[in-house]
């Protein structure tokens, strides 16, 4: 067998082995954290993060990604909670906007929080290259992931949508860039301006 078909088989069982992982992950640890890590992308993994929150899962939380000009107040109207429940205990990070960009600002976070563990909540299909990033930001730090089910990959015939496909072969595409070390290279501007 040639190296080009040895690559290319490689390329396909590390992508069935990324989508049962996508796909079926295991059920969160329910075990308390000292902070919350919500990656944005989308409202369902904002509104988890406040549901743990009040639920005593962690003490604080971060929401990093946030719209330059969101506050508490707008994010946690659109989730649907009451701002005042969290006042001074949520940060908006606003610098980030690729993954890389929400382990540098958790990892900044995490200085001045002094949190030895953390609860990283995103999309499931975001979760492998979420945690690979994370991971080397901190090294030091306790992390549990807490995948957020996708509406869009819970849709009756959802794996029949090229788009679904689209989706999660461009998310494998860049975790592959991601655990290759190469996720620097497509830093947004807004990282870049931030940096």
Known sequence: MGAAALLSLALVVGF????????DPPAPSAAETDGIVVLTGGSERVATGFRLLAEGSARRMLISGAHPEAGLAEIATAA???????????????????????????AAW???????????VTAGYHMPRAMLELRRALPRTELVPHPVPSAVLRAPGALRRPAVWALLLGEYGRYLLARAGLSGLVATRREMRDL
Request: net charge positive; no cysteine; glycine share 10%.
């Open 16 to 23: 069935a082995a990324f989508l049962v992982a996508v796909l």
């Open 80 to 106: 649907g909670v009451d701002p005042a429940r969290f006042a001074g205990r949520v940060t908006i990070g606003h610098a980030a906007a690729s993954t890389r960009g929400n382990a540098a600002e958790a």
């Open 110 to 120: 995490v200085r001045g929080e002094e949190a030895r563990s953390l609860r990283i």
